[in-house]
């Protein structure tokens, strides 16, 4: 497979001008953009909250006000927290979305979900706009249990072509913990996913909070959830219906790569293709893997082509590591710290691999810059 770096034509060249703006300390075309492809806006003004409340406490009734939130509110959250934050670690751009916790797609009903997306979504656009080098949109869909897939369709089209987001974040579970929906694997997600190959935007399998008192929502439901969507995909042949589809199973693959022997046994005994040529052209994971050990047996385990960077920071785990004396989200530390991994397979990891996967990230960064 060809790296980004050595892209060439139209493509090769957008890459090396995007470099060139972004690099603090020129580097010429060999400067590797740091791109972090998962970060959410952990830190929107209290408007955002108090309108969410509002409507929740409204279901049923028409709710139409308009979140009154000015565009200084914005730049202060964003220039005090997450923006602060990756000049300080040394990240180029970050791949933007809603809080994934407060998507909850199990409050109100399908109207409630839809409304909740546009206002959450049109927020990441402002962000976006206010700071185009820094941010790039990917969206929330409007679910709610029960509610088939296909509705989503609308606001993904809209995000893609009238905002200019790159992905999408979709849960397996919007029941907020119980699993009441098919599959992964199911018909039932068919027309979104034909929808999202159309587009050519990756699908982020990300479930939101939890209502199941069972499952403690960051360490428990995430992590789960993660593990059980590749399962999933093994159990079926998606791929062979999308074989342009890309999914991206963040938080380092919840439990898979720590367990790798045992999904390839699996497959084995369920007559499936190995891993490699079954999931592993469409499926990928990120580092969202807060510990040096982890990291480096991700790193080992999965093919570096199939792992981009990402940190979720100001997200699920906050505050310093006293072993380290570093923040357990700083990711990017424990990449440079691996002695082992090669120029191309840092490349690969950092940029590279954001570019071949989010197929009109660099074209956007393109215009961001220009």
Known sequence: ?????GACGVRGAIVVTVRSQYSNVLKGSSYVMIIDIHGHYTTAPPQLDAWRKAQLAGVGRPFNEPLAMSDDEIRETIQAGQLK?????????????PRASTMAHHEGDEATSVQWSRVSNDLIARVCSLFPKDFVGVCMLPQSPG???ANCIPELERCVNELGFVGCNLSPDPSGGYWPDPPLIDRWWYPLYEKAAELDVPIMVHVSSSCNPN????????????????MQLIQGNLFKDFPTLKI?????????PYHWGRYRGLADMLN???????????VYFDTCVYGQIG????????????????SEMIGAVRGIDPRSGHNYDDTKRYIDNIDWLSADQRQNLFEGNALRVYSHLAQKLSRATG
């Open 1 to 5: 497979m060809q790296h980004i770096g």
């Open 85 to 97: 934050l990756q000049k300080e670690r040394g990240t180029d751009v970050t791949l933007f979305s």
């Open 147 to 149: 509610v088939p897939p």
């Open 215 to 230: 499952f403690h929502a960051t360490g428990a439901h995430y992590i789960a959830a993660d593990t059980t969507a590749f």
């Open 248 to 256: 991206i199973i963040p938080h380092g693959g919840g439990a898979v």
């Open 272 to 282: 499936q293709p190995t891993l490699e040529e079954h999931l592993m052209h469409n």
């Open 295 to 310: 990291m480096e047996t991700l790193l080992r385990t999965i093919d570096t082509e199939n792992v981009l960077f990402a």
